[in-house]
């Protein structure tokens, strides 16, 4: 690992205020080559000064908020992370959560996890067998109230013809 990455890999796990010391102090760096990477770390904005005399610094973005809500087991819902699903369901012609899963990258359960809050807020819904976004109104409210099980349930309307 070159001097350059301790430095990076130090940073982007310390969350107090620092300075070319503890730098230096943790990673066993010299000084004066902490002293040349400082500049451009600044410059790609990894940190930012918030002291000029001695110069002290912290990692930008070091506590980034999740606005969400949980419904079980430390799951957080991104409102983010549901506008790109929704993206992605748009586009395509889904009949099954592995084929979303493929496409989005993510697993099956995170994406079957999403898909049972959606249906819940009445944002996604199954019609002949293909995964369809309803409306994006709803959406702020996802993982307040998940109904356990709208998926299967949507699948025997389905089978049934009910929808």
Known sequence: MTD???IFNFISQYDRPFNAEAIAQMTSIRLDVIETQLPGLLQSQAIKQ?????P???RTNRYQA???YQHYKGWTFSIADAHRLLDIIEKGSYKSI????QA???????VYIYLEALASI???DLRQHTYVVISRQNLPKIGRKVQKGILGQLRSLNRIGGV
């Open 98 to 101: 592995r084929e979303i899963a």
């Open 104 to 110: 989005t990258g993510k697993s099956r359960q995170w």
């Open 56 to 58: 002290i610094y912290v």
């Open 4 to 6: 350059k990455e301790l």
């Open 122 to 124: 009445e944002v996604v």
């Open 50 to 54: 918030i002291e000029d005399n001695p």
């Open 66 to 68: 999740r606005i969400g």
